[in-house]
């Protein structure tokens, strides 16, 4: 049994999993999706969020990853993360970990692109897989999280991230808004078994043309 499959077993229960399972393999033969693709410029000034007192935010090495068991990921996922050059996030109070994400910085995973993977614009980074543990939620985290990526990101050169929400999660789709995240493009993808087709609509100014230009 996998580490993934073990620690959603352990929190969610056989009954919860099994649902889980039989959603995702429902979705190998038909999926129907759309997500708004957000941009936030790291040059220009930035609405900026504090970590709560006593929280750390660390870029976590090849041991500290294991912590990504804890909100059911696979270690082992973070490690090819790592070994691909990207960047794995995790913040801390004491030894518990509270807030997790990724960030991209040549090129993505992103399930609608051709072979699943987008090859990013020049002088951008993409922030996946951003995850808060239920007892941390409402403290801020994330958004104090992407706040000091994206310092750090523009102290190595990076001009802007992207991320991409699903329109229906608007929880979280305010809470990048809430650190200078804009909407850029709103990508929608389809699939029927084999058959795949993703088209994407470019908004306002920024990174959506070309966003649009590497997935349709």
Known sequence: MSVRIWNR???????????????RIRKLAYLREEHVWYQCDL?????????????RLVSADVCQVDALASFGRD????????????????????DQPLFACFTFLHAAPVMAASGGTLSLPPGAACLEDSV??????????????WTLIGDELERRGFRAIVTKIETSNTASRRAVEKV????VAVMQHKRVGPRR????????????????????
């Open 43 to 55: 040059d220009e000034q930035r609405p900026r969020r504090d970590l709560p007192e006593g929280v």
């Open 132 to 145: 808060t543990s239920p007892a941390a939620r409402g403290r801020g985290i994330a958004p104090a999280a």
């Open 180 to 183: 200078g995240f804009r909407s």
């Open 197 to 216: 087709r993703t088209s994407v609509e470019a908004v306002g100014s920024g990174l959506g043309s070309e966003l649009a230009a590497r997935l349709s």
């Open 9 to 23: 077993l352990r929190r969610d229960g056989p009954v919860e999993t099994a649902r889980t399972a039989a959603l």
């Open 75 to 94: 270690p082992e996922e973070a490690r090819q993360c790592l070994a691909g050059g990207n960047d794995v996030w995790l913040a801390f109070e004491g």
